[in-house]
């Protein structure tokens, strides 16, 4: 069946910090793939997605590369902020689950001044 | 647009009471989807409704919990008896068109049951 792995967290980071979460997948067909991000108290949001292979998904700084190759759909940010300190899902959806989204367990991102 | 609005936005409540969650979809999405979020088990799909109709509720933890969408602007989760261990945040999202498409959330309703 279909799943997606994140890195484990907390990730902690000081400012301006070179960010990477990784993000793998398993899919038998051809899935979108998504990073939603969770800010504290808050419902999930949309930060970025792609839709086929090779395609960059880009949003605030962030960006994701899907890599069919990998199976990855990595998240980067060049230089972090305070305001990022969140949650970041990765998530796929594809025809075999009736493309409902496939969510990674999420990683809590903390960003220090 | 107001966004997918949830009420309440918390709920304290004593075991084997009734709750019930409700949920307003963006206008014009087509698909509703209801979550439970844990630190144990992460984010949960419940179940998920298309132009109102109930598509799959494999994710339904129990009888205890029920869900019912009467019209495109408004679903309610039930749950009764509630335990302890249904303490979470329930989360209701919509979607417009194919199932893929991206998920808008509501921010979610705090439940502990005492």
């Known amino acids: 069946g279909n799943s997606v792995t994140q890195m484990e967290g907390p990730v902690t980071l000081s400012e301006e910090a070179f960010l990477t979460i990784n993000c793998t997948y398993t899919a038998t067909g051809y899935p979108s793939l998504f990073w939603y991000v969770q800010y504290p108290g808050e419902g999930l949001q949309l930060l970025l997605k792609?839709?086929?292979a090779d395609d960059k998904g880009s949003n605030k700084g962030f960006e994701a590369t899907y890599r069919k190759e990998t199976t990855s759909f990595h998240l980067e940010k060049g230089s972090v902020q305070v305001s990022d300190s969140a949650v970041y899902f990765c998530?796929?959806?594809?025809?075999?689950?009736?493309?409902?989204?496939?969510w990674g367990a999420g990683t809590k991102l903390i960003i220090k001044p | 647009d107001a966004g997918v609005i949830q009420s309440p936005r918390h709920e304290v409540t004593e075991m084997g009471q009734e709750v019930t969650l409700r949920c307003k979809p963006i206008?014009?999405?087509?698909?509703l989807f209801w979550y439970r979020q844990t630190m144990m088990r992460g984010l949960e799909l419940l179940i998920y409704?298309?132009?109102?109709?109930?598509?799959?509720d494999s994710g339904m933890p129990e009888d205890r919990f029920s869900a019912k969408m009467p019209n495109a602007s408004f679903s309610t989760l039930k749950i009764q008896p509630s335990e302890p261990r249904d303490s979470a945040v329930y989360f209701c999202a919509s979607s417009l068109g194919r199932i893929r498409e991206t998920q808008y959330f509501g921010p979610g309703t705090r439940l502990l049951v005492l």
């Open positions: 206008s014009g999405h087509d698909y």
């Open positions: 998530a796929l959806s594809d025809t075999d689950s009736n493309y409902q989204l496939i």
């Open positions: 409704f298309n132009n109102n109709v109930p598509i799959d």
């Open positions: 792609a839709t086929k």
